[in-house]
């Protein structure tokens, strides 16, 4: 599974920013899919994931009520629509896909490229 994220930019705190992630292979489906995110000086931690049949999804608390995570699997795509963004949110995301539902990066095993996301005060 390749994975190729989008959408990132400059926006005002209080803004909203939608991120994209196109992927190719014909098991996206199958797939839990995530976004995560890093600031620089930080490690990188889980925003939020989607179970392959939209059932099931989780947030980080720092998230929570503010993005939206969904997928389309007949378009082989997953997005991430953030609002009430916040300056602590900068950071890049990164979406990914993994065999089972998870939090935790280690259990993902394909990885986007990231995409820059910088909200201003």
């Known amino acids: 599974v390749q994975l190729q994220a989008s959408g990132g930019g400059l926006v005002q705190a209080g803004g909203s920013l939608r991120l994209s992630c196109a992927t190719s292979g014909r098991t996206f489906s199958s797939y839990v899919m995530g976004w995560f995110r890093q600031a620089p000086g930080k490690e990188r931690e889980f925003v939020a994931a989607i179970s392959w049949n939209m059932i099931n999804t989780y947030y980080a608390d720092s998230v929570k009520g503010r993005f939206t995570i969904s997928r389309d699997n007949a378009k082989k795509t997953v997005s991430l629509q953030m609002n009430s963004l916040k300056p602590e949110d900068t950071a890049v995301y990164y979406c990914?896909?993994?065999?089972?539902?998870?939090?935790?990066?280690?259990?993902?095993?394909?990885w986007g490229q990231g995409t820059q996301v910088t909200v201003s005060s």
């Open positions: 990914a896909a993994a065999s089972r539902f998870a939090v935790v990066t280690a259990l993902y095993n394909y």
